[in-house]
């Protein structure tokens, strides 16, 4: 009886189960609201079935087939997913086991975004930490309601029952910064990457969808590829002997897996032999497609807008796309207020760094997201009331109540500097507040070349002052490699092109598990090999040192060099590799080769004795280092010329051009000045310029040109026709150090249309000084030439002294007469001169030879002629018979 009673309840069980899988796997089991980007694809619909062929033996019984032979294993729902406890409370979960947006509670929104603040007195100015003025509201300005002074109305959003807007994003692994497809060896069986996650948002649901390959040769029943999220399990692919290839394969992941920053890491477990198997045989490999995908969907949380949060939302560290944020000009008037906006942008800038920014520029805010809202006098309350001086406050944005608008207002223009001065320098100080009134900080003056960016040339530099120290040791199968990234100006200069001493303290293990012979370390630097050492030495000396008393074992120090043929102006990495094998013992006997590899912090980079000099123009210089303006950290010798009315696109690219500079240097643009083109009066001469336009906007800024080679007339532009009024170079050029690239012709003269220039030249107002000028027949051109600067495919092209954009296509020349900036001493520059005209020297050098022998005859003569003539005492003396 007891029998049968357990056959009915495990009858009844699986009806059951089978009726609720029926329900799930129906369409309405998976429908979810509006969404940000792409559904779900129908290969990556967790409830899509899949052939045969694409199941992982492993896989979730629930992606398997109708037909399909029953996989042993636990049972799990259709979606694969198990069940696990909500993290929203004690709300049940769905039969899923993931919230669905219907499932969700009402956001809780703070008690601020929904109704008005107790009044408070008005702030004085002076204060530092302010409260909200009367009737201020967080998140509601009165710039945003037509009935100016009322109190805003709350979205009735949770009324509706309407749950957080839901994204869902798809992402390969060649998106996330894989470089290309993972290959996992025997030595080598574990490979990662890092998916990162807003910090405003939490996974609701989350998908891999794999494709790759695992060798032929492998045993199936003691091989596999195995999935892991921040070290919980995800999936298992198994070889098929049939068929070397899987994918596409779909593993659901639990969302309570999931962190901020997620590692994701493949375990390759391969054996060709039942008995031992060698880690370095050519047949242990798995390889993980770049192109496999990355499914996650995210709700957003409810937004906390306080100014001790900044940078977020703003900005999140974890996340390395491009950084996207619009600015809002309520009171868009001629160039007022693009000061601090750029200001705003470079700080925004300088923390992006290599990821890129696009700053699009508008009247309105934007109909979702985040924004930063710039003018003079906004109303920080519903009631109106203007600010009391420098001001920064947070709110929601009016068309969408899960965005935030950063706002930076003031009385005046100045107010407005003083508060975009405060947010760059000491967003961190602003306090746990929403609103506050601010007053200015205090900056030391900058020194040329002391950019944070840039590693310092009048002092060693130890690795630990450019990177951090976990950063500097490796640990796994050989060979590994530390990256040291570094920045350098450009205009560096060696003299005979004499290298840059590097002293590295490396440490390594004892040599008893690894091959002495062929160990090395080597050294490269930007791709580029440079030296190799031996890790391992036979000396006696060194023996004898391993077993002294408080010596450190395994510690090495190497004396290296960088070629400075070798270095960028800009971004340049050191590449350290540890190339070593572990000790074949023979058949069936394990083999340790987990080695462990160290770089110490203090190593250090020695590139004094240099001198800043350099030849221009070179358009790459300011690709790679916004050179020469970034000679300033805060661009304090910098000019940028606008057209006096710019829109909105104009608007943009300066923004963007703000937030490269802020990259460049890491440090915010405060020194720049602004200028019309259509009245230079108020242009500082003795200042490098950036000129950026549209071509009929240009004006008198064309005049900036008259240095350069070449012309703009119209809509077209032209390799001018110089004459000897113009200067004797242009007569007299090399047409070979010239160099054109690209089949550039000297009768150049073409349309610009739909397409974008960056010209370079000398200042037509003081020697030494550089004119940059980006131009473009629409704003929209502006925008693609100043994204070239930060695109690594296209930064090859950006050379010479003129760059032309015709859609993904760039051309540059190289025509203009050169000029130098900087200083070397008057020895270095006579030998210089001399180098470059070797006729000269050799003329030099026999006229030299000449002087010195008709000087030395001429010595020679007058020393015989004053010994004959000398006389000595009782030389005339008669001699004594």
């Given at each position: 009886?007891?029998?049968?009673?357990?056959?009915?309840?495990?009858?009844?069980?699986?009806?059951s189960?089978?009726?609720w899988m029926?329900?799930?796997?129906?369409?309405?089991?998976?429908?979810?609201?509006?969404?940000?980007?792409?559904?779900?694809?129908?290969?990556?619909?967790?409830?899509?079935p899949?052939?045969?062929?694409?199941?992982?033996?492993?896989?979730?019984?629930g992606?398997?087939?109708?037909?399909?032979?029953?996989?042993?294993?636990?049972?799990?729902?259709?979606?694969?997913?198990?069940?696990?406890?909500?993290?929203?409370?004690?709300?049940?979960?769905?039969?899923?086991?993931?919230?669905?947006?219907?499932?969700?509670?009402?956001?809780?929104?703070?008690?601020?975004?929904?109704?008005q603040?107790?009044?408070?007195?008005?702030?004085?100015?002076?204060?530092?930490?302010?409260?909200?003025?009367?009737?201020?509201?967080?998140?509601?300005?009165?710039?945003?309601?037509?009935?100016?002074?009322?109190?805003?109305?709350?979205?009735?959003m949770?009324?509706?029952?309407?749950?957080?807007?839901?994204?869902?994003?798809?992402?390969?692994?060649?998106?996330?910064?894989?470089?290309?497809?993972?290959?996992?060896?025997?030595?080598?069986?574990?490979?990662?990457?890092?998916?990162?996650?807003?910090?405003?948002?939490?996974?609701?649901?989350?998908?891999?969808?794999?494709?790759?390959?695992?060798?032929?040769?492998?045993?199936?029943?003691?091989?596999?590829?195995?999935?892991?999220?921040?070290?919980?399990?995800?999936?298992?692919?198994?070889?098929?002997?049939?068929?070397?290839?899987?994918?596409?394969?779909?593993?659901?992941?639990?969302?309570?897996?999931?962190?901020?920053?997620?590692?994701?890491?493949?375990?390759?477990?391969?054996?060709?032999?039942?008995?031992?198997?060698?880690?370095?045989?050519?047949?242990?490999?798995?390889?993980?497609?770049?192109?496999?995908?990355?499914?996650?969907?995210?709700?957003?949380?409810?937004?906390v807008?306080?100014?001790?949060?900044?940078?977020?939302?703003?900005?999140?560290?974890?996340?390395h796309?491009?950084?996207?944020?619009?600015?809002?000009?309520?009171?868009?008037?001629?160039?007022?207020?693009?000061?601090a906006?750029?200001?705003?942008?470079?700080w925004?800038?300088?923390?992006?760094?290599?990821?890129g920014?696009?700053?699009?520029?508008?009247?309105?805010?934007?109909?979702?997201g985040?924004?930063?809202?710039?003018?003079?006098?906004?109303?920080?309350?519903?009631?109106?009331?203007?600010?009391?001086?420098?001001?920064?406050?947070?709110?929601?944005?009016?068309?969408?109540?899960?965005?935030?608008?950063?706002?930076?207002?003031?009385?005046?223009?100045?107010?407005?500097?003083i508060?975009?001065?405060?947010?760059?320098?000491?967003?961190?100080?602003?306090?746990?507040?929403?609103?506050?009134?601010?007053?200015?900080?205090?900056?030391?003056?900058?020194?040329?070349?002391?950019?944070?960016?840039?590693?310092?040339?009048?002092?060693v530099?130890?690795?630990?002052?450019?990177?951090?120290?976990?950063?500097?040791?490796?640990?796994?199968?050989?060979?590994?490699?530390?990256?040291?990234?570094?920045?350098?100006?450009?205009?560096?200069?060696?003299?005979?092109?004499?290298?840059?001493?590097?002293?590295?303290?490396?440490?390594?293990?004892?040599?008893a598990a690894?091959?002495?012979?062929?160990?090395?370390?080597?050294?490269?630097?930007?791709?580029?090999?440079?030296?190799?050492?031996?890790?391992?030495?036979?000396?006696?000396?060194?023996?004898?040192?391993?077993?002294?008393?408080?010596?450190?074992?395994?510690?090495?120090?190497?004396?290296?060099?960088?070629?400075?043929?070798?270095?960028?102006?800009?971004?340049?990495?050191?590449?350290?590799?540890?190339?070593?094998?572990?000790?074949?013992?023979?058949?069936?006997?394990?083999?340790?080769?987990?080695?462990?590899?160290?770089?110490?912090?203090?190593?250090?980079?020695?590139?004094?004795?240099?001198?800043?000099?350099?030849?221009?123009?070179?358009?790459?210089?300011?690709?790679?280092?916004?050179?020469?303006?970034?000679?300033?950290?805060?661009?304090?010798?910098?000019?940028?010329?606008?057209p006096?009315?710019?829109?909105?696109?104009?608007?943009?690219?300066?923004?963007?051009?703000?937030?490269?500079?802020?990259?460049?240097?890491?440090?915010?643009?405060t020194?720049?000045?602004?200028a019309?083109?259509?009245?230079?009066?108020?242009?500082?001469?003795?200042?490098?310029?950036?000129?950026?336009?549209?071509?009929?906007?240009?004006?008198?800024?064309?005049?900036?040109?008259?240095?350069?080679?070449?012309?703009?007339?119209?809509?077209?532009?032209?390799?001018?026709?110089?004459?000897?009024?113009?200067?004797?170079?242009?007569?007299?050029?090399?047409?070979?150090d010239?160099?054109?690239?690209?089949?550039?012709?000297?009768?150049?003269?073409?349309?610009?249309?739909?397409?974008?220039?960056?010209?370079?030249?000398?200042?037509?107002?003081?020697?030494?000084?550089?004119?940059?000028?980006?131009?473009?027949?629409?704003?929209?051109?502006?925008?693609?030439?100043?994204?070239?600067?930060?695109?690594?495919?296209?930064l090859?092209?950006?050379?010479?002294?003129?760059?032309?954009?015709?859609?993904?296509?760039l051309?540059?020349?190289?025509?203009?007469?050169?000029y130098?900036?900087?200083?070397?001493?008057?020895?270095?520059?006579?030998?210089?001169?001399?180098?470059?005209?070797?006729?000269?020297?050799?003329?030099?050098?026999?006229?030299?030879?000449?002087?010195?022998?008709?000087?030395?005859?001429?010595w020679?003569?007058?020393?015989?002629?004053h010994?004959?003539q000398?006389?000595l005492?009782?030389?005339?003396?008669?001699?004594?018979?």
């Open positions: 009886m007891f029998k049968a009673g357990s056959r009915l309840i495990w009858s009844v069980s699986a009806l189960v089978a009726g029926a329900l799930t796997n129906s369409p309405a089991a998976w429908s979810a609201g509006s969404q940000d980007s792409a559904p779900y694809e129908v290969p990556e619909h967790p409830s899509a899949l052939s045969p062929s694409d199941v992982s033996l492993n896989a979730p019984a992606h398997a087939p109708t037909g399909a032979a029953a996989i042993p294993g636990p049972s799990v729902p259709a979606t694969g997913r198990p069940a696990t406890a909500t993290p929203y409370g004690n709300a049940p979960l769905p039969p899923s086991g993931i919230p669905q947006p219907s499932d969700l509670p009402p956001p809780a929104i703070p008690a601020s975004d929904t109704m603040a107790p009044p408070a007195p008005a702030p004085a100015p002076s204060a530092p930490v302010m409260q909200p003025p009367a009737g201020y509201a967080p998140g509601y300005p009165a710039t945003s309601y037509p009935n100016a002074g009322q109190a805003p109305q709350a979205p009735a949770a009324d509706t029952g309407l749950a957080q807007p839901e994204i869902t994003r798809t992402l390969t692994l060649r998106d996330l910064g894989v470089p290309g497809p993972m290959t996992l060896r025997g030595f080598s069986p574990l490979q990662g990457l890092d998916i990162p996650i807003p910090a405003d948002e939490v996974v609701t649901r989350a998908q891999i969808v794999l494709d790759g390959a695992l060798s032929p040769s492998l045993l199936p029943e003691a091989s596999s590829l195995t999935v892991t999220l921040n070290e919980q399990y995800v999936g298992t692919v198994q070889v098929d002997p049939k068929n070397s290839r899987f994918g596409p394969l779909v593993f659901d992941i639990d969302p309570i897996f999931f962190s901020r920053l997620n590692h994701l890491n493949f375990q390759f477990a391969g054996e060709y032999r039942r008995d031992c198997n060698d880690l370095h045989n050519g047949v242990l490999w798995a390889r993980v497609s770049d192109l496999s995908k990355i499914i996650v969907t995210t709700v957003k949380l409810p937004p807008r306080r100014l001790a949060h900044l940078p977020a939302p703003f900005f999140d560290k974890n996340m796309d491009v950084l996207r944020v619009p600015f809002v000009f309520p009171h868009a008037n001629g160039q007022s207020d693009l000061k906006a750029g200001i705003v942008a470079s925004f800038g300088k923390l992006a760094d290599f990821r920014t696009s700053f699009p520029a508008s009247s309105a805010f934007p109909a979702t985040n924004a930063v809202e710039i003018g003079e006098n906004l109303p920080v309350d519903s009631n109106g009331t203007l600010p009391s001086g420098p001001t920064v406050f947070e709110a929601a944005n009016p068309n969408d109540r899960w965005g935030t608008i950063l706002v930076v207002t003031g009385r005046n223009q100045q107010d407005v500097e508060a975009a001065r405060v947010l760059a320098f000491s967003s961190d100080t602003l306090g746990d507040v929403p609103y506050r009134v601010v007053s200015d900080v205090t900056l030391a003056p900058r020194k040329p070349y002391d950019a944070p960016a840039f590693v310092p040339t009048d002092r530099v130890r690795f630990g002052d450019l990177i951090a120290e976990p950063d500097l040791q490796r640990q796994g199968g050989a060979p590994l490699g530390i990256y040291v990234p570094f920045r350098l100006p450009p205009d560096l200069f060696r003299w005979k092109q004499h290298s840059y001493p590097v002293k590295l303290n490396v440490r390594t293990p004892a040599a690894f091959e002495r012979e062929g160990a090395r370390f080597d050294v490269l630097v930007n791709n580029a090999y440079v030296q190799s050492f031996p890790l391992f030495s036979d000396a006696v000396w060194k023996k004898v040192e391993n077993h002294m008393p408080g010596l450190q074992t395994g510690a090495l120090t190497f004396n290296s060099a960088l070629p400075p043929w070798l270095l960028f102006g800009g971004r340049n990495q050191l590449d350290l590799s540890f190339n070593v094998l572990p000790i074949d013992r023979g058949a069936c006997r394990r083999v340790n080769d987990d080695f462990i590899a160290e770089v110490d912090s203090s190593s250090t980079f020695d590139f004094r004795n240099s001198y800043h000099y350099t030849t221009l123009p070179d358009l790459s210089y300011f690709a790679g280092a916004a050179f020469p303006f970034s000679r300033m950290a805060d661009y304090s010798q910098t000019a940028v010329v606008l006096p009315q710019p829109d909105m696109g104009v608007t943009s690219a300066f923004l963007e051009l703000m937030g490269f500079l802020g990259s460049s240097t890491q440090y915010p643009v020194g720049i000045d602004l019309s083109s259509a009245d230079l009066s108020g242009l500082a001469q003795s200042k490098d310029i950036i000129v950026l336009s549209t071509i009929d906007q240009l004006g008198t800024a064309n005049s900036l040109l008259s240095r350069s080679a070449y012309e703009i007339s119209g809509q077209s532009i032209r390799l001018g026709q110089k004459t000897l009024l113009d200067g004797l170079w242009y007569l007299f050029q090399d047409k070979d010239a160099g054109q690239n690209n089949n550039a012709k000297p009768a150049l003269n073409t349309p610009i249309v739909n397409a974008s220039l960056l010209v370079g030249g000398q200042s037509p107002y003081t020697n030494h000084r550089s004119v940059v000028a980006i131009l473009g027949d629409r704003p929209a051109q502006l925008q693609q030439m100043i994204a070239s600067l930060r695109d690594r495919q296209f090859p092209a950006v050379q010479g002294d003129l760059v032309i954009k015709n859609g993904t296509v051309t540059n020349y190289r025509n203009a007469n050169r130098t900036v900087g200083s070397l001493p008057l020895w270095i520059r006579i030998e210089m001169a001399l180098e470059h005209h070797l006729l000269f020297l050799a003329f030099a050098g026999l006229l030299g030879t000449g002087v010195l022998a008709y000087g030395t005859a001429r020679l003569r007058a020393h015989a002629r010994r004959l000398r006389r005492p009782g030389e005339d003396e008669p001699i004594d018979s």
